[in-house]
């Protein structure tokens, strides 16, 4: 089965342009070309406006890691002012847009609906979505997690067909452990995950379950990134604060080697 882990950073609102650009180029710094190349796909998840300048490093220095954006409006182009489509970022180079992370669900109004428009208007585009979904505390302490967050996966692939979904990348972030400290435990982390991953074979085929990245997210760091990646059906993290820094993402990613 052999799928290729996936270390993506998401740097939510940190990073001037300067100051992306020296990170970009830290990372860069410890690249790794072979054994990086062959184990892992790394992805920067920046700010909009940091997208070109690191892409602009890692492409000078021949280091593949990919760059993604954090969101993305589902119209190509139009009048909606503030927004910016997958055309847009797809000419800087984008390999994946993360969509439906839960600061947006609870902040910014995002919904399963519009999860979904922005799921296919990137796949329509040939790039991939970082898919997150995950439980609040009281969902977790009711029992209903498996629920809640299947039928978040259900509804954020809803109308794709079994190539599209296979262009996804799923990632599991507890609410409750976004940058609290608190993870969830391997074995929490790895039965909700096995669970998205069976309602991939429901919706898509076992093929494409069997080859999807699920991710797990919330509070990963150098200290708990081996217990994490031993579980049969986490394939990698969506690092939050632990990709501020370049010492603990790489730590991250030579977790992964
Ligand atoms: P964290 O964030 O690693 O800081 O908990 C993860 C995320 O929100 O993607």
């Excluded at 300067?18 to 998840?45: F, G, P, R």
């Excluded at 760091?221 to 994490?228: I, K, R, S, T």
């Excluded at 820094?245 to 790489?250: G, L, M, T, W």
Aim: proline residues 3%; negative net charge.
């Amino acid at each position: 089965m052999a799928r290729m882990p996936m270390m993506a950073g998401n740097w939510k609102m940190n990073n001037t342009i300067s100051e992306a650009v020296v990170l970009t180029q830290e990372i860069a710094n410890q690249y790794e070309k072979k054994e990086w190349d062959e184990a892992v796909e790394i992805v920067l998840c920046t700010p909009f406006v940091d997208l070109k300048p690191a892409k602009t490093v890692l492409d000078f220095d021949k280091v593949k890691i990919e760059v993604a954006a954090q969101n993305v409006y589902w119209e190509p182009s139009g009048a909606y002012t503030g927004e910016i489509s997958v055309p847009m970022i797809k000419e800087i180079g984008c390999a994946y847009s993360i969509i439906g992370h839960s600061e947006r669900r609870e902040l910014f109004g995002e919904t399963d609906e519009t999860v979904n428009k922005k799921v296919k208007a990137l796949v329509a585009e040939d790039l991939g979505a970082i898919v997150c979904v995950g439980e609040s505390l009281a969902v977790r302490e009711d029992g209903s997690t498996i629920e809640f967050v299947t039928a978040q996966v259900r509804a954020a692939f809803a109308g794709l067909d079994a190539d599209e979904v296979a262009q996804c990348v799923v990632a599991y972030e507890p609410i409750w452990a976004i940058g609290t400290g608190r993870t969830a435990t391997p074995e929490q982390a790895d039965e909700v995950c096995a669970a998205i991953r069976a309602t991939v074979a429901e919706i898509a085929d076992e093929a494409t379950a069997e080859d999807m990245r699920v991710l797990y997210g919330g509070s990963m760091n150098p200290g708990n990134v081996d217990a994490l990646l031993a579980m049969e059906n986490i394939d990698g993290g969506l690092i939050g604060g632990a990709s501020l820094k370049a010492e603990s993402f790489v730590q991250l990613i030579k977790a992964c080697l």
